[in-house]
């Protein structure tokens, strides 16, 4: 099986920032691309931001230069630094682990409240 733990999320004003870690352990092997993805009340949960095995972002538009995605292989862990936050950006967010044939893992995400 395979664990993640989310952790930064919480209070911000809008222009300010703050920097999601998701730490993944147990049966890690084939891992490869992780993503953090969100979900605003009455909305469906959307992709945010994406990062293959080999370091290849993806972003959704709405988040492009103010989100940055990246990993550390040897912490097992990914980040989503978020900054210029806006009101819109208020959801849980969640973090996603993917092997390589398809088998995805969900974290129990945390809150992102940006107060205008």
């Known amino acids: 099986q395979v664990q993640l733990v989310e952790s930064g999320g919480g209070l911000a004003q809008a222009g300010g920032s703050l920097k999601l870690s998701c730490v993944v352990s147990g049966s890690i092997f084939s891992i490869n691309a992780m993503g953090w993805y969100r979900q605003a009340p009455g909305k469906q949960r959307e992709l945010v931001a994406a990062?293959?095995?080999?370091?290849?972002?993806y972003y959704v538009d709405s988040v492009k230069g103010r989100f940055t995605i990246s990993r550390d292989n040897a912490k097992n862990t990914a980040y989503l630094q978020m900054n210029s936050l806006k009101p819109e950006d208020t959801a849980v967010y969640y973090c996603?682990?993917?092997?390589?044939?398809?088998?995805?893992?969900w974290g129990q995400g945390t809150q992102v409240t940006v107060s205008s």
């Open positions: 996603n682990a993917r092997r390589r044939e398809g088998t995805g893992y």
């Open positions: 990062i293959t095995g080999g370091g290849s972002p």
